[in-house]
């Protein structure tokens, strides 16, 4: 259905896919009314409400009545806002509705343009009946980004299918202090490992035709005592060298075309206001073209959070000159106030026309502009958004992502043996979703619609494979009641073995004990869980100890009685399959730790990132030891590390270490063997020392890693490839380099287990480095003739 007035004829330059899409954008631009222009610039959230239940901070206090649907879409409509993730839709009939509302906004304004449509979609498309994956630190656990892109390709068809553009993931927040609630959004602590698997999240959805949005830009996730939304007293070389790296990786090694600004105020200056990050670094020096979106509300936020803007257009003005190309989820300041603004002159209107210019082109470039663009994708008709393969990726992902902290024999579980299962996260559905998937955030508040997927408990897929003897939740997850304890006690005293599971209930804004806004005091687990553990303990049965949850949580002396202990963070729809496929042996788990697990849980926690002083020292009577370092993970077979070296040292004798020039590549290698009796995956982790630097540094940082599966008996070379970019900080000045001097490269089973350690030697002058920098090691395996496996 296309407007008749004379604009919009067919044989319009903006319409002529012969010319480049900045061509087409320039050719429209100066034929639109300044109502026309900004209505590009606002998303309309139609399904919002106030209720004070809502998906979005301060949404009952932001949103107020919109004017009439006709009145909105009158000039045209930038954005389209959930219109799958904000209640339970069928998702055939959410795509004819959809289409519809498309029809209606082409019709409405002089151009017909329709509107950019789009959704979250961190654990999978949030949508009723979508496929719901494992978290993103589930994604970091599985170390491999391979599989995450083939998720994130499935997110992205599934998406397309459905009439969505823009998907608002993947979350690039190093984690920086765990009790904050959105812990489990982020891939994990170190930034080599974030920016690696963001970068192929985001190559995956890119791939399937959708715009990924890279979030959030930047320092979001180190606030003051790990609580949302709050100050983060961070210094510059911090963020260069922790924090901005993975949305580097993300933009060049993936090609993601919108990034949305952090809610984060950093050094007192929040993000949406912040013209040096959105514009100098984003733009100017990384050369993003693409678009900046608003994450919901945080340019009103300028004002009624932040109190750097007066009113709504100064909110408006700030956003704008900041670099912020687009209001979501809904017209506000970019409304009334912003064209007020431009009309008294507070407000150039330069600065709507350079917004206006990337939407403009983006929407060009996915199609939207086309005479051959329809509002209802084909074959709607048979739309499914959870189907087989999707669900195998899940899987797969989920069972890649268990990790194995401790094993003192009782895993796998012995075929017969008598099995207790106690905990409150045993038989919840719910304790294997994150706070993004579908059911959490939309659904839970639409009961009488159902999860809309089957999701089976632990207990479910555990019964089906183990002599269960008896169930026991011995508490709740959150409460203080332990009238539940005793009987869980007997049980666990009558059984052969204890599967105790505890953890989280992901929600939004308190409503949860992990998810946004769900913050954490300290790490010590919710409500009476540690007591129902060390009563379980007492009993003498040999406890496998399961932790199902959004952040990790101390694990100090009063655990290590503990026969084993697995780890699973929110681990999706299929979860309570990978899970007990795992503790009964029929996958042997690979998956390792993307941050650390605690042994205290007081105090501040601390990442390994840390210089030595933020290490355990004889100046402090506070050990922030970890009980389980970043990479730490085993199997249940074993692997022997050999013969580390540099493969074809220059320079190198026995008193001296090999030569790596500061702009050239060193070659590592080292052997690793299957020597047990079952087939398993190893993950070789390579870390860099600098033991002198101009700046303090990390004692150890991720270079390279690698999954490496073998048979039984297996060999294989694994040689890295390192550029000396990767041995680059923020220095004395603040810009990136690469200082000469002796460094070390060092084989690890995880950060706190070095295999092997190579000297090397930095040569040449101090190099400065930018954003072209090499940002990979490249990662070689030469399979070895299998060596004979003893009887």
Known sequence: MRSQLPVHSDAAPW????????????????????????????????????????????????????????SLIQYGLGQLTRPFGTAPVDPVLGARSLAASQAQIVAASRFGIPAQVHEECLTGFAAWRATVYPTPLSWGASFD???????????????????????????????????????????????????????????????AGIVATLKHFAGYSASRGGRNHAPVPMGRRELTDVILPPFEMALRLGGA????????EVDGLPAAADEELLTGLLRDEWGFTGIVVADYFAIRFLQTLHGVAGDAADAARLALRAGIDVELPTVDAFGAPLVEAVRSGDVDEALIDRALRRVLIQKIEIGLLDEDWQELPD???????????????????????????????????????????IGPVADDPMAMLGCYSFPNHVGIHHSEHGLGLEIPSLRDELARRVRMLSHEPGCAITGEDT?????????????????????????????????????????RLPGVQAELVRAVLATGTPVVLVL???????????????????????????????????????????????????????????????PPLGRRTKVSSVDPTPAYPFGHGLSYTTFEWSDAGVVDPADETPDSPAAWPVDGEVRVRITVTNTGDRAGTEVVQLYLHDPVAQTTRPVVRLVGYTRLPLEPGEAA???????????????????????????????????????????????????????????????????????????
């Open 15 to 70: 319409r002529d896919p012969r010319l480049s899409p900045t061509e087409r954008a320039e050719a429209l631009l100066p034929l639109m009314t300044l109502e026309e222009k900004v209505a590009q610039l606002i998303g309309v959230w139609v399904g919002a409400n106030a209720s004070g239940e809502g998906v979005a901070p301060h949404q009952s206090d932001m949103i107020t009545e919109l004017p009439p649907w006709n």
């Open 145 to 207: 980004p391979e599989l995450v892109e083939a998720m994130a390709d499935r997110i992205g068809r599934s998406m397309r299918a459905a009439g969505v553009h823009q998907g608002l993931a993947p979350v690039l927040d190093v984690t920086r202090d765990y009790r904050w609630g959105r812990t489990e959004e982020t891939i994990g602590e170190d930034p080599y490992l974030v920016g690696t698997t963001g970068a192929a999240y985001v190559r995956g959805l890119e791939g």
């Open 257 to 264: 075309r919108s990034v949305m600004n952090s809610y984060a």
């Open 379 to 421: 074959d709607v008709a048979n739309l499914r958004l959870d189907d087989e393969v999707s669900q195998d990726v899940a899987v797969r992902l989920a069972r890649e992502s268990v990790v194995l902290l401790r094993n003192s024999g009782v895993l796998p579980l012995p075929v017969g043996c008598r099995v207790a299962l």
């Open 483 to 523: 009238a539940g304890i005793p009987a869980a006690v007997a049980a666990a005293a009558a059984a052969d073995v204890c599967v105790l599971a505890v953890g989280d209930r992901a929600g939004m804004f308190g409503r949860g004990t992990s998810g946004e806004g769900c913050d954490a005091v300290d790490l």
């Open 548 to 610: 199902m949850t959004g952040r990790p949580y101390a694990l100090g002396p009063e655990f290590d009685t503990a026969a084993a202990v697995v780890q699973a963070f929110f681990l999706g729809q299929l979860g309570g399959q990978a899970l007990a496929e795992v503790l009964t042996g029929a996958v042997n788990p690979s998956g390792r730790l993307p941050v650390s697990v605690p042994r205290a849980a007081g105090g501040l926690p601390g990442t390994y990132l840390s």
């Open 717 to 791: 070379h694994v040689t890295f490839g390192v550029p000396a970019d990767l041995a680059s900080f923020a220095g004395l000045s603040g810009r990136r380099v690469v200082e000469p001097g002796e460094v070390e490269l060092r084989f690890g089973r995880s950060s706190g287990d070095a295999v092997a350690t190579l000297p090397l030697r930095l040569t040449g002058v101090e190099r400065q480095v930018g954003h072209q920098r090499d940002l990979l090691t490249s990662v070689r395996v030469e399979p070895l003739v299998a060596v004979p496996h003893p009887a």
